[in-house]
């Protein structure tokens, strides 16, 4: 359900006076409801992840600078549900041909030279809640695999385990190598945050180090 307007508006006002805590606020008032109404509106997505990925996307992009946000052109919920439709419309017109060419990353070749493979690295780095309990490593990996179905993205998730902090590493998984190190920096930040956000509504917290 959509929140008051009156609570959204001083969400908003928050965030315009740069108070710490304002972008959490305002992302978590709004994510659920956002991603509510748009599961509505898109019922039968082939990645069911689609859409929280799509509104976490839209709400950060918004925190990040919500001077840009007009209110003579439209009411706050309308501006955010309206660009995260469009987002969604785009991604599913590109969807059929980037999946086609995409490879799906194989675990077993990028054991570690040490001898430790990447399950032992996961396990030890994975803070996890009763859904994994009691479930060996591989059956963790099976179950984290399907909530990160983008080769892409799993590649970044398995990089966060392995502690790596480097753009460039993150950058190149992501495929962005070619763009400006700023923007590179902004992606991969956005790309970790909504990792993070999506696995931790499945009970699974990545601790980087």
């Known amino acids: 359900m959509q929140p008051p307007a009156k609570h959204i508006h001083a969400a908003y006002q928050r965030l315009l006076a740069k108070e710490p805590d304002a972008p959490g606020v305002f992302i978590e008032l709004l994510l659920d409801p956002l991603t509510t109404a748009l599961a509505a509106r898109f019922p039968h997505l082939p990645d069911p992840n689609l859409i929280i990925d799509v509104a976490t996307d839209t709400l950060f992009a918004f925190v ?123 992606l991969v930040k956005q790309a970790k945050d909504r990792l993070r956000l999506r696995l931790k509504r499945y009970g699974v917290k990545i601790h980087e180090h």
């Open 64 to 186: 990040q600078a919500p001077e840009h946000y007009q209110p003579d052109r439209g009411g706050l919920w309308q501006y955010l549900y309206g660009d995260a439709y469009r987002d969604i419309l785009n991604i599913l017109a590109k969807e059929r041909r980037r999946y086609a060419k995409e490879v799906p990353f194989d675990l077993v070749a990028h054991d570690h030279a040490d001898g430790n493979n990447i399950e032992e690295e996961v396990v030890q780095r994975l803070g996890f809640a009763s859904l994994f309990s009691g479930k060996d490593a591989q059956a963790l990996l099976e179950q984290l695999r399907t909530v990160i179905p983008d080769p892409h993205e799993w590649k970044v998730v398995l990089l966060m385990l392995q502690g790596e902090r480097r753009t460039k590493v993150f950058a190149a998984a992501l495929g962005i190598e070619h763009v400006p190190i700023a923007d590179q920096r902004k």
